[in-house]
């Protein structure tokens, strides 16, 4: 597998493991039924996608992303901060909105700088970005 390759896969975990410790960390303050099914199903998705490149990255014997805790506490402190005064439904889907576009960003660049990459990386870091743009356009329902 090619460096490239690695880098694409890396990137698609660091981000889903992002988003579901996210989503683990925001989903006891979710009161709306509608949304918090919504949230559910989209850690559903990023475990599968998730899954999807680790299970590329170990046949390749290659090394995994490893989240340290500073970044991991850094991330759920921030939504804690975020949530302390306000739980509307509203708000939290603007966060998750905010992280959905963030993860885009983040999966563009990192092909931006792979040009390279293999056809695979490629396809499942676009399904990513695609599940993305579909979460934000059902979560802006929400606001």
């Known amino acids: ?26 989903s006891d ?6 949304l ?26 290659a090394d995994t992303y490893r989240s340290n805790y500073l970044s991991d506490m850094m991330l759920k402190a921030g939504i804690h901060y975020n949530t302390f005064l306000n739980t509307s439904t509203g708000h939290i ?9 963030m993860g885009v960003l983040e999966m563009e660049k990192i092909l931006n700088h792979n040009e390279q990459a ?7 870091a676009r399904e990513l970005i695609e599940f993305e ?3 934000v356009e059902r979560l802006i329902k929400f606001l």
Do not use: F
Request: overall charge positive; aromatic content about 4%; cysteine-free.
């Open 1 to 26: 597998m090619k460096s490239q390759d690695i880098a694409v896969y890396r990137e698609i975990q660091r981000n889903t493991e992002m988003a579901m410790k996210a989503i683990d960390t925001i």
């Open 29 to 34: 303050k979710v009161y709306d039924d509608q």
């Open 36 to 61: 918090a099914m919504q949230i559910a199903r989209q850690s559903i998705k990023y475990s599968e996608i998730h899954n999807q490149a680790m299970k590329q990255l170990v046949a390749a014997k």
């Open 93 to 101: 889907a603007e966060i998750m909105v905010k992280g959905s576009n």
């Open 118 to 124: 293999g056809q695979r990386s490629v396809d499942l």
């Open 133 to 135: 743009e579909k979460n």
